[in-house]
Each structure stands twice: as structure tokens, then as C-alpha cells.
């Protein structure tokens, strides 16, 4: 193998798609042969950006999509998920380790602190009104990806 693979997942802003995302990336990282530790960081940091964009960006509103967009090149993996939802209005603040704002829902305000120290990179872009993308890479250190 040599080069970028990529793959690009578009699906409603339904709770029950999550679940559909996070496998749907572990597959396609699978070939990378990653350890179960990298591969279940893989899946936590794309369930919690999912969540995210089902949640905050969209507000229930099931109608929204939400991208998820994967690619490989040399052992990084490279996750982007995008809503055009709300957006978020105060990006610092809402980076705060348990900062939420849906208390209501029972949220741990965790989401953005787990996917930073899930991954080796994160950054997130956010227009409010316009909507959030999340950017994350993760190093894969298997055998397969030292031959890419």
C-alpha cells in the first residue's frame, strides 16, 4: 500500500447512527492492523465527536447530517467529523473539562477532553450558526503501518 486512503460517511443526526460511525471507522482502520488499546481509542474519540454533533449541533433536530471523514497515509489515521449545525459560541469555554452545555441531559461536559487524550492530535473549528468540524489524528504503531 502507498498513498492516502480515504473515506468519506454521511448519515442523520440520529443517536442510533453513533454506533454506526464508530464501527464504520474501525473497520476502515482495521487494516492497519491497530491494537485493541488503538483501536478502542479510535472508536471512543469518534463516538464522543458524534455524539457531539448529534447532540449539540443539531439539538434532536434529526434532520442534520453529520460527516465523518477518514483517510490513512503512512500509520496516521486522520478523523474529521463536520455538522452545519449551531456551531459553538464560546470555543474556549466549551474545551473546559466538564463544562456542558446540557446539564440538563446529564452530560459530563468529558466529550472534547476524552478525544484529546484519546488522540495524538485534535482541533476543533466552530461558526456559530454555521456549524463545528472536529479534527483528529492517531498514530497507528502496527507492523502493517511501518510498510505504508
Given at each position: 500500500m502507498s498513498g492516502t486512503?480515504?473515506?468519506?460517511?454521511?448519515?442523520?443526526?440520529r443517536s442510533e447512527n453513533e454506533a454506526f460511525a464508530r464501527v464504520a471507522v474501525a473497520a476502515f482502520v482495521s487494516q492497519l492492523d491497530p491494537t485493541m488499546e488503538e483501536l478502542n481509542d479510535l472508536k471512543t474519540a469518534v463516538s464522543e465527536a458524534v455524539t457531539n454533533a448529534i447532540i449539540h449541533g443539531y439539538d434532536g433536530n434529526e434532520t442534520g447530517k453529520v460527516t465523518v471523514e477518514a483517510s490513512?497515509?503512512?500509520?496516521?489515521?486522520?478523523i474529521v467529523v463536520k455538522d452545519n449545525g449551531d456551531g459553538i459560541e464560546d470555543l474556549e469555554l466549551a474545551r473546559q473539562p466538564l463544562y456542558t452545555?446540557?446539564?440538563?441531559?446529564?452530560?459530563?461536559?468529558?466529550g472534547f477532553t476524552i478525544m484529546e487524550n484519546f488522540m495524538d492530535g485534535f482541533e476543533v473549528y466552530s461558526?456559530?450558526?454555521k456549524g463545528t468540524s472536529i479534527a483528529m489524528t492517531k498514530r497507528i504503531e502496527s507492523k502493517k503501518a511501518l510498510f505504508n
Open positions: 486512503n480515504e473515506m468519506t460517511l454521511t448519515f442523520s443526526a490513512i497515509s503512512g500509520g496516521v489515521v486522520r452545555s446540557k446539564p440538563e441531559l446529564e452530560r459530563s461536559g468529558m461558526e456559530p450558526g
